[in-house]
C-alpha cells in the first residue's frame, strides 16, 4: 500500500497488472492505464494527444499522455502500436509524457480513503489478480471499451474495470472515475442550500461541507456503491458487438454527453 501523502512509487516497484496514474495540468487532472509489464501500458484515450471531450474551451488546454504526437519523429519503442483513439498501448516513458509515476491503491480502509483527500487516487474496492487484469486490458485493446466519455467511461474508469470487472449499472450515474466522484462531491458539498442552515460560523460551515464532501467521495466509492455489477470482458465486448447504434433519442443506455451512447451495461 502506497502513503496517505503521495502516491508516487519508483518504476522498479511497479508491478504487471497495477494500475498506475500521472499528473497532467499542474495537478489539474491524471491519466489512468495498466502496467502490463516489460514497460508498456495500456490505457484508454478519446484521440490523439487529448484526454477530455466536453465541447468546451476545456479542449483546448487539457491533454492526456497519448504518444501520437503531431510534431517530432515517433518513439522508436511503441510509434509503430499507437492508434489514433480508443484503447491503445504505449511504452511508459510516452504514457508518463515527462510526468512522475504514481500507483493507484486498491482494497483501502475507509479512514485511509478519507485520508487521501482528493478522488483518484485510491478505492476501497478489491482488484482482481494480475493475471486477470492484463488479460481484461489486452481483450479490450484488441476491441475497445466504448465511446469515450469524460463524465461517463474515461481513462481512470477503464483501468478501474480493468482492475475490478464493475460497471455502474445506473443510468444517470457518473462512472467509477474518483475524480469526477470529488469534483461532484465538492460541488453537491459547496451548492447545498441547507448549509446555511446547519452553523452559523465560518469554522462551523467548514467542518459541515468538509463532512458533506467525505460523505459524498465514499458513497461514490466503486467498492461501496450498490449499483454496481461484475461484467465478463468477453460478455461485454459481446454486448457491443450486438448493439445496433441508436440514434440519439433512441439511446437506452449511458448517455454519454455528447450525443452518443456509453457502455451499456448488458443483462
Known amino acids: 500500500m502506497v502513503g496517505v501523502l503521495s502516491n508516487r512509487v519508483d518504476r522498479v516497484a511497479v508491478a504487471a497488472g497495477d494500475h498506475i496514474y500521472s499528473w497532467r495540468a499542474a495537478y489539474l487532472y491524471a491519466h489512468h492505464g495498466i502496467y502490463i509489464g516489460e514497460a508498456m501500458v495500456i490505457h484508454f484515450t478519446r484521440a490523439t494527444g487529448h484526454e477530455i471531450g466536453t465541447g468546451t474551451f476545456l479542449d483546448r488546454f487539457l491533454f492526456s499522455s497519448s504518444p501520437a504526437k503531431e510534431e517530432g519523429s515517433p518513439c522508436q519503442k511503441c510509434g509503430h502500436l499507437i492508434k489514433h483513439e480508443g484503447v491503445i498501448m504505449s511504452c511508459l516513458d510516452c504514457f508518463l509524457d515527462g510526468g512522475n509515476l504514481y500507483l493507484f491503491d486498491y482494497a483501502v480502509s475507509p479512514a485511509f480513503f478519507l485520508a487521501k483527500a482528493r478522488g483518484g487516487t485510491c478505492t476501497i474496492a478489491a482488484s482482481d489478480p494480475a493475471d486477470v487484469v492484463i488479460h481484461r486490458a489486452k481483450y479490450l485493446l484488441n476491441n475497445g471499451f466504448g465511446m469515450y466519455s469524460l463524465f461517463k467511461n474515461n481513462c481512470e474508469d477503464f483501468a478501474i474495470y480493468c482492475k475490478t470487472g464493475l460497471l455502474v449499472e445506473t443510468a444517470f450515474s457518473v462512472g467509477r472515475s474518483g475524480q469526477l466522484a470529488s469534483l461532484t462531491a465538492a460541488f453537491s458539498a459547496v451548492a447545498s442550500s441547507p448549509l446555511r442552515f446547519l452553523t452559523t460560523s465560518a469554522g462551523g460551515l467548514a467542518i459541515v461541507t468538509s463532512g458533506m464532501y467525505c460523505v459524498g467521495r465514499y458513497v461514490s466509492d466503486i ?27 433512441e439511446c437506452h443506455g449511458h448517455d454519454d454527453g455528447g450525443g452518443g451512447c456509453g457502455p451499456e451495461l448488458p443483462s
Open 223 to 249: 467498492g461501496v456503491r450498490r449499483d454496481v455489477i461484475k461484467v465478463p470482458v468477453e460478455r461485454l465486448v459481446e454486448h457491443w458487438a450486438q448493439d445496433v447504434s441508436p440514434a440519439p433519442q
